[in-house]
Every structure is written in C-alpha cells, then in structure tokens.
C-alpha cells in the first residue's frame, strides 16, 4: 500500500470512527454524550475487533505498537483521551455542568480535532501515536523494529 493510499484510508477511516461517535451521542437518550465519548477512548482497544476501531476494521487498517506488538486498551486510551474530549462538552451538559465549562472545552475539543485530522491527512504520526508509542499501517503489516 502507498503512502497516498494509507493516508486516504486513515482518513476515512478516522471520518467513519467521527460519525459513529456522534451518532451514538445524538441518538441515545440521557446517556448518549457517555456512550460516545467512551466509544472515542476505546475504539482502538475492543477485543472482538482485534483492537481496532470500526473505521479502522471497515478500511484494512490495523494499530500496533511501533516496535510491532499488538496494542490494549491501554493503547487505546493514550492515543485517544484528547480526541474524546470533543465529546466532553456534551457529557458536560447532560450532567448539568455549568454551560461555560463545556463551551470553553468545545473549543478545545474541537481544536485538537483538526490538529488530528490534518496530521491524519497529511500522513504525519498523530499526536496520540506519539504519546502511545503507536502506528498504524496497513492490516498484514507490521512495525520494523
């Protein structure tokens, strides 16, 4: 696979790993906000997808440790708690925490999201990657060590 190729695929895939999360926040009543947000933390450490997310799975990717492991949800939280916290606004609400708190993390959120994407697009390591020694490649391939 091209580096052209797993760029696109990441992005899709990182698109597709979006609307699922927003979805589950829009579409589940009172505890939807948690739902997605914890699909954010976790999608890239669920056992019966290999540990990897849906958008992942669905595009032939697969997330391993650099040195080629296979990840944990430990992984998973590392490289995702800040792109879960586009969801905090949200769950911030739904709890009834002051409105200001959650406008104030919206922003934020919404920032480290198009940092993300734009890394993702630009087939630069994520800054999740980074601070969980993590890659993504192409499902068959693995990390040189």
């Known amino acids: 696979m ?3 190729d797993l760029r696109v695929k ?7 790993d979006g609307v699922i999360g927003w979805t589950l926040t829009y579409l589940i009543p009172f505890v ?8 954010f933390i976790l999608r890239d450490g669920l056992p019966f997808l290999n540990y990897n997310s849906l958008g992942k799975k669905l595009m032939g990717l697969n997330v391993s440790y650099t040195d080629g492991r296979p990840t944990d949800m430990m992984a998973s ?4 708690w800040f792109l879960a ?8 609400t739904s709890i009834g925490i002051l409105e200001s708190i ?3 993390a919206s922003f934020a959120g919404f920032v480290l999201v198009l940092i993300e994407g734009f890394l993702v ?20 391939d693995f990390a040189e060590g």
């Not at 990441?10 to 597709?16: D, G, L, P, S």
């Not at 939807?32 to 699909?39: E, S, T």
């Not at 697009?121 to 068959?140: F, H, P």
């Open 77 to 80: 939280v590392k490289r995702n």
């Open 10 to 16: 990441r992005f899709i895939a990182y698109f597709i």
């Open 2 to 4: 091209t580096d052209q």
């Open 102 to 104: 959650a406008g104030f």
């Open 32 to 39: 939807g906000p948690l739902v997605g947000f914890a699909y």
């Open 121 to 140: 697009a630009t087939n630069k390591t994520r800054l999740g990657d980074k601070q969980a020694n993590t890659m993504v490649s192409a499902a068959g």
């Open 85 to 92: 916290l586009s969801f905090l606004p949200y769950l911030l």
